[in-house]
């Protein structure tokens, strides 16, 4: 319904306001976000910057609470853990630490075991700042879940003097070890209040953790020579059966072999190199008959057929009887080829010597066939040793074949006696080895360089405390400021009311600041009708009579200017102000239009249509005993009730409450209504009706007859969005009648921070330069 009724005014209504919105998206860009911000800042500053004072006060408090903490730091060089002896017999080279090795050694520095070594070392139980000192949370989330499971920890030292579990957690909490970068030094750190003191503990888990990795050591050693022992027993008796089995079985099988191998292996072996040899040779002289027989397959008779003469390789080059007959053939190409350009090819001369090429060329073919021959009788002797030699082989396989399996037996036993001599020899290297590393053991694990007390204080850090508190005070406090801002649901600007009720704005009232005291004469008897005056208008309602060339008083001309040029409508004669929610300042608004229409000479008068609160009456006529409801009623006549303003001769009638009025849409919708504002129209030439809000009552859109056009106000930075679009929904008859907004009770200097496209049009100096004042 509301869509569809703004659909119809949608060309006379916005034609500023949107062209107003469009030119601020279009225009949008570094500027206009620089703006943004800007005024953002200006409207939240006051959160921002308490939240960021409340922030660092924060911050002071924790550093001014927390007692100090020194850390004291030793660096550690880790040695290889595995023993040497093992390291040796490895086949590919590894590194001496992997992440899985280092990591366990950090686990063992902050084990149980070193953190009770060290307290009963330096007796840190019987110290009172230790067992004074605070649990840290770490400590505290553990007795919680031992405290849960029902599995309490004993925190009292035992009968054997260990310390309590209470006392080790609080150790190892303070206690951290870490790598350093890539290498193999581990950094170790113990936080304590005393610096001296802190500097000795973390020394004592130093070299707590260098006597356990040298007393590791010793115990591998020490085991690792027991089991070579053993082992190096159990080796040397197997070698020594291994050889005598050997011994043994060529005793009995009577092999006899040269150089360790036997006398049929070593005539195989010779025979593949000879022949690998001859099939060598074979194949170099097949290949020579064959380019010797493509080229004898070409024609002598054509001058290209020894073209190729060089493919039969060194034969013919190294023929003297080849190399003259083709030192001749070319002489005569050449002088061939000079008589032909000469006299022509058909010449006796040059036929002469054409045929004597083909002379030559027979003659070199002649030689050629020479040399084939030669080449095919090479290739048959080399074939035909290849076969001997092949023939021999096969018979030296088939005797070898031929023979028993006592060589393999031999071989097995040969190569099992040789494995355990050389397996009992290197365990023999590395049992001395071990021996003498048992009676000197070294660890090369040291310490780089001991600790020493700290100077300043690794906990809390001052500047990072008080950075954090100011960097974070003031992100949360622009997070804040930012969702104060997006919560903030009120009409601020003009753009957001054409956006949000796709309405114009008329006017931009401002705040009045001025006295309320009422101004006038005293008041006369109601039953003297020629004195009926208004004698105490307040002064707010006098500032456009008062105050004619304040930023007030050309708000509300604004106002009458719209009335009078509104397209909409023929006929705004009778124009109904109202409002969404109570106290949104339309009663004022209605009084201040009406003086200025009456102070600019036009007949005027104002009705008070809020028959509930007719807060009107009670400011400009409190003693009035008839109006409006005593003339419809027809107990009094019209001339009877009416009040008047001599300063602007405006007209004023009242309504006069006598009790609860319940039906007060019936009233204003009853017809002898409708012929009062009738002769109102006759009589007047403007009547401005003081109608009481849409949301509370329905009484405004009881009067959409009587009136011709309406004015809604708002309140500026009261009134909700929300609260007005639901207010012009459920009355779509006075929205079509509406011919604007006036957004009242602006604070025009808070309207730079909000309206940020437009902030220049708010500067008072625009107004001192035509003579205006602000409100």
Not at 296 to 301: C, F, G, N, T, Y
Not at 311 to 329: E, F, H, K, M, P
Not at 358 to 364: H, I, K, N, V, Y
Not at 620 to 635: D, F, M, R, S, T
Request: one cysteine or more.
């Amino acid at each position: 319904m509301l869509q569809s009724n703004l659909l119809q005014t949608d060309g006379t209504r916005l034609p500023f306001g949107a062209q107003a919105q469009s030119d601020q998206i279009d225009s949008g860009g570094i500027g206009d976000l620089i703006k943004f911000g800007m005024s953002f800042l200006r409207r939240q500053y006051l959160m921002i910057a308490v939240t960021a004072v409340l922030a660092t006060a924060t911050s002071l408090l924790y550093l001014r609470l927390t007692p100090p903490t020194y850390t004291a730091q030793v660096q550690v060089l880790l040695g290889n853990t595995r023993a040497q002896f093992i390291q040796q017999q490895s086949l590919l080279a590894e590194p001496a630490f992997d992440l899985s090795q280092i990591e366990t050694q950090l686990q063992l520095l902050k084990s149980r075991a070193t953190a009770v070594a060290v307290i009963n070392k330096l007796k840190l139980t019987e110290d009172t700042q230790f067992n004074e000192s605070g649990p840290s949370l770490l400590s505290v989330w553990q007795r919680f879940r031992a405290w849960v499971s029902s599995q309490p920890k004993n925190r009292q030292s035992d009968s054997q003097g260990q310390p309590s579990e209470a006392a080790i957690d609080a150790f190892l909490d303070r206690l951290s070890a870490n790598r350093v970068g890539y290498s193999n030094v581990i950094e170790i750190s113990f936080s304590w209040s005393n610096p001296r003191q802190a500097a000795e503990i973390v020394n004592a888990v130093a070299n707590a953790y260098v006597a356990d990795q040298l007393d590791a050591k010793f115990e591998a050693n020490r085991k690792a020579t027991s089991w070579l022992q053993e082992r190096l027993r159990d080796l040397g008796e197997q070698a020594l059966s291994a050889q005598r089995a050997v011994d043994a079985y060529k005793a009995q099988n009577n092999i006899v072999s040269s150089d360790g191998k036997s006398i049929g292996d070593q005539q195989i072996t010779a025979l593949n190199a000879r022949l690998a040899a001859v099939r060598a040779q074979t194949s170099e002289a097949r290949a020579r008959l064959t380019r010797y027989e493509d080229l004898l397959s070409a024609d002598p008779a054509k001058p290209s057929s020894i073209d190729n003469l060089d493919a039969i390789g060194t034969d013919a080059t190294n023929s003297q009887i080849i190399t003259v007959l083709r030192q001749q053939y070319l002489e005569l190409a050449r002088r061939e080829a000079e008589l032909s350009a000469r006299v022509g090819r058909d010449h006796l001369a040059v036929i002469n010597i054409r045929n004597r090429m083909r002379e030559f060329r027979t003659s070199l073919f002649e030689e050629v066939k020479r040399l084939a021959g030669i080449s095919r009788s090479e290739f048959e002797f080399a074939k035909q040793r290849q076969q001997e030699i092949e023939k021999q082989l096969a018979e030296a396989v088939s005797q070898s074949r031929s023979t028993n399996s006592a060589e393999l037996t031999i071989k097995d036993l040969e190569s099992r006696a040789k494995g355990l001599r050389s397996l009992y020899e290197t365990f023999l290297q590395r049992y001395v080895g071990s021996t003498q590393q048992e009676t000197f053991p070294i660890s090369e694990t040291r310490v780089i360089f001991p600790a020493t007390p700290p100077q300043t204080k690794s906990k809390p850090k001052t500047k990072l405390v008080l950075a954090f508190g100011i960097i974070g005070g003031l992100v949360l406090g622009i997070a804040l400021a930012f969702i104060r801002d997006v919560m903030d649901r009120v009409f601020r600007t003009s753009s957001q009311i054409e956006a949000a009720l796709e309405l114009p704005c008329l006017s931009l009232v401002p705040l009045l600041r001025a006295p309320t005291k009422s101004t006038g004469r005293s008041q006369q008897a109601d039953g003297d009708v020629q004195q009926r005056t208004l004698s105490t208008v307040p002064a707010v309602h006098r500032t456009v009579v008062g105050m004619p060339l304040s930023r007030f008083a050309e708000a509300i001309r604004s106002i009458k200017l719209a009335i009078d040029h509104n397209p909409a409508k023929i006929s705004n004669q009778v124009i109904g102000i109202t409002s969404a929610l109570p106290n949104e300042g339309k009663t004022t608004i209605a009084a201040s239009l009406a003086q200025l229409i009456g102070h600019s000479g036009k007949r005027a008068i104002i009705v008070d249509c809020d028959l509930r609160n007719p807060s009107l009456t009670a400011n400009l006529a409190p003693k009035a005993i008839a109006g409006l409801i005593e003339v419809a009623n027809g107990n009094r006549t019209l001339e009877e009730t009416i009040w008047r303003d001599p300063e602007t001769n405006l007209a004023f009638l009242p309504v006069v409450r006598r009790g609860p009025l319940i039906h007060t849409s019936e009233i204003l919708c009853a017809e002898t209504i409708s012929k009062l504002f009738d002769r109102l129209r006759a009589s007047y030439d403007y009547v401005i009706v003081d109608l009481p809000p849409l949301t509370p009552l329905v009484d405004v859109r009881a009067s959409a007859p009587l009136v011709d056009c309406f004015v809604l106000v708002v309140e500026w930075g009261r009134t909700k969005i929300d609260v007005v679009q639901h207010a012009l929904h459920t009355a779509p008859n006075i929205h079509d009648s509406l011919i604007g907004t006036v957004l009242n009770k602006t604070d025009i200097k808070a309207m730079a921070r909000y309206d940020t496209y437009r902030s220049d049009y708010y500067d008072d100096s625009h107004y001192v330069r035509y003579g205006l004042s602000s409100s």
